[in-house]
């Protein structure tokens, strides 16, 4: 099993500023993905961070938003820019190898 | 479309009762189906994960079943606890994608 640390667990910022959320993982793994879970709702795909080069985003969600990071194989970054109350909810990192897919504990995020 | 659904959307019982819950899907291509608990707060943990040619599998007080050709999945909890208090989600994998059921809220009372 992979180990997953995501920092920070929890923040509230104010509205117009970014955060940066950090996924590392205690492997080298292949797929790494970010997900946004608002509240009350189930987990929608973000994009998956690829590993040198860019990320691949999902329909409604965009670059300039949701900048990913993937320096290498165990490590990556979610900033969420420019923030809105809208973009209030909880921020998850997630890695998988094809079969098992593992989540970080998740990042609360609270945009006033 | 690729979809999963779950019920009941919440439910709430005795400690020590057994309960049920329900995914049915309608993605294609199947690859395997997982039932995560989702405690408030946290990052989804795995309880079971079967392939198509898997019919029952068990973790602890855990079982699911997947009956691949009616694309229905139960999660049977036997003997509640109080600590079965939380979201569990039913995720089923198609080709590179990961779609996910919203998930039912269980709430265990003493």
């Known amino acids: 099993s992979a180990v997953i640390s995501q920092k920070p667990s929890r923040d509230i910022c104010q509205r117009g500023t970014s955060l940066t959320i950090q996924c590392q993982v205690d492997s080298q793994v292949t797929m790494m993905f970010w997900y946004r879970q608002q509240p009350g709702q189930s987990l929608t795909l973000i994009a998956t961070a690829n590993q040198g080069s860019e990320a691949t985003y999902e329909s409604g969600f965009v670059i300039d938003k949701f900048p990913i990071s993937r320096p290498n194989l165990t490590f990556s970054t979610l900033t969420v820019s420019n923030m809105s109350p809208e973009d209030s909810s909880i921020y998850l990192c997630?890695?998988?190898?094809?079969?098992?897919?593992?989540f970080g504990s998740g990042t609360q995020l609270s945009v006033l | 479309k690729n979809q999963v659904e779950q019920s009941p959307q919440s439910l709430i019982i005795l400690e020590g009762k057994n309960c049920t819950l329900q995914?049915?899907?309608?993605?294609?291509?199947?690859?395997?189906l997982r039932w995560y608990k989702q405690d408030t707060g946290r990052g989804p943990v795995s309880l079971t994960i079967m392939t198509f040619s898997e019919n029952t599998k068990s973790n602890g007080r855990y079982t699911a079943t997947l009956d691949a050709d009616t694309k229905q999945s139960s999660l049977h909890i036997t003997a509640s606890q109080l600590s079965d208090s939380a979201s569990y989600i039913c995720?089923?994998?198609?080709?590179?994608?990961?779609?996910f059921g919203t998930g039912t809220r269980l709430k265990v009372l003493a």
């Open positions: 995914c049915n899907y309608t993605v294609s291509p199947f690859s395997n």
């Open positions: 995720v089923v994998a198609g080709t590179y994608k990961y779609i």
């Open positions: 997630s890695v998988g190898d094809g079969e098992k897919l593992f």
